[in-house]
């Protein structure tokens, strides 16, 4: 059973940092990739870095540009995101979520790309 963990969520001053994990357990495939995503409060959830492995393809959303980075650690199914110059209006649950042979895309990350999702971490962003 496949099953998406994130963790390293939690309160933040502005211009703090915090790396989410997501961890990727029963993951046997060799392709695939692997989307964040964030719901604000009141706000639908928007994609915001796609991570495509092998092949190590990248996607930001520009609002995220220069501020967060995305890697892996693919021999323990573990993906990371680095946020950097938090801002309020980043607060939100970020969710990672996955599919089997997929690779980024130059024109977004999809919700309905994805075929298994984590339960979230909360990252709440204080002025």
């Known amino acids: 059973e496949v099953q998406l963990v994130e963790s390293g969520g939690g309160y933040v001053h502005a211009g703090g940092s915090l790396r989410l994990s997501c961890a990727l357990h029963?993951?046997?495939?060799?392709?695939?990739?692997v989307g964040w995503f964030r719901q604000a409060p009141g706000k639908e959830r928007e994609g915001v870095v796609c991570?495509?492995?092998?092949?190590?393809?990248?996607y930001y959303v520009d609002s995220v540009k220069g501020r967060f980075t995305v890697s892996s650690d693919s021999a323990n199914n573990l993906v990371y995101l680095q946020l950097d110059s938090l801002e309020p209006k980043q607060t939100a649950v970020y969710f990672c979520?996955?599919?089997?042979?997929?690779?980024?895309?130059?024109?977004?990350?999809?919700?309905?790309?994805?075929?298994?999702w984590g339960k979230g971490t909360p990252v709440p962003v204080s002025p």
């Open positions: 029963g993951f046997t495939f060799e392709s695939w990739g």
């Open positions: 979520a996955t599919r089997p042979f997929y690779l980024c895309v130059a024109d977004g990350v999809f919700s309905d790309a994805m075929s298994y």
């Open positions: 991570f495509s492995s092998p092949d190590t393809t990248t």
